[in-house]
């Protein structure tokens, strides 16, 4: 399954980079993260590894991220396991004119046994989902630009 979404953060490329580089950003913008714990690599580097655990209405969801590639400020990439399957996570971020900082992100997800059938009831809600997860970065991220200017 594909997701692909862009949004428009009102805020500098470099404020938009910094953001997302801070792994104690993340709870701010994934409500349901209870945990990040970097376990090798140096953290934000390609090959480097970190385990979140989220609370998904009480149950715990394990994620192994494994970040694959980065150009500073304007490429991320990553992939995220679970025991459903892996996700390819590409950001790509573009300065605009305006000093506001165009956000692509693209998602490929790959699922195992039954969530493969299931996961074509639940394209909506993760469309859904990661669209707030974006609304909610961008708002923290305007927000931090706002209160530091």
């Known amino acids: ?6 949004k428009i953060v009102n805020a ?9 580089d801070n792994p104690d950003n993340l709870s701010r913008w994934q409500p349901t993260l209870e ?3 970097h ?6 580097q390609p090959d480097s590894v970190a385990e979140l655990v989220y609370n998904e209405n009480g149950r715990k ?12 400020p304007d490429f991320l990439a990553g992939t ?3 025991n459903w399957g892996k996700t390819l996570i590409v ?6 004119d305006d000093g506001r900082t165009q956000w692509n992100m693209y998602s490929n997800m790959s699922f195992k046994g039954m969530m493969r059938f299931f996961s074509i ?8 989902r990661t669209e707030a997860d974006m609304s909610r970065f961008a708002e923290m991220v305007e927000s931090d630009a706002t209160s530091s200017s």
Do not use: D, L
């Open 80 to 82: 995220y396991e679970t």
């Open 61 to 72: 969801i394990m994620m192994t991220e494994t970040v694959t590639e980065r150009r500073e």
């Open 91 to 96: 950001n790509t971020f573009k300065a605009m």
């Open 12 to 20: 500098s490329i470099k404020q938009v980079w910094a953001a997302m």
């Open 35 to 37: 945990s990040f714990t």
């Open 1 to 6: 399954m594909k997701v692909n979404i862009e």
């Open 121 to 128: 009831f639940f394209a909506g809600s993760i469309r859904k």
């Open 39 to 44: 376990k090798h690599g140096q953290p934000g």
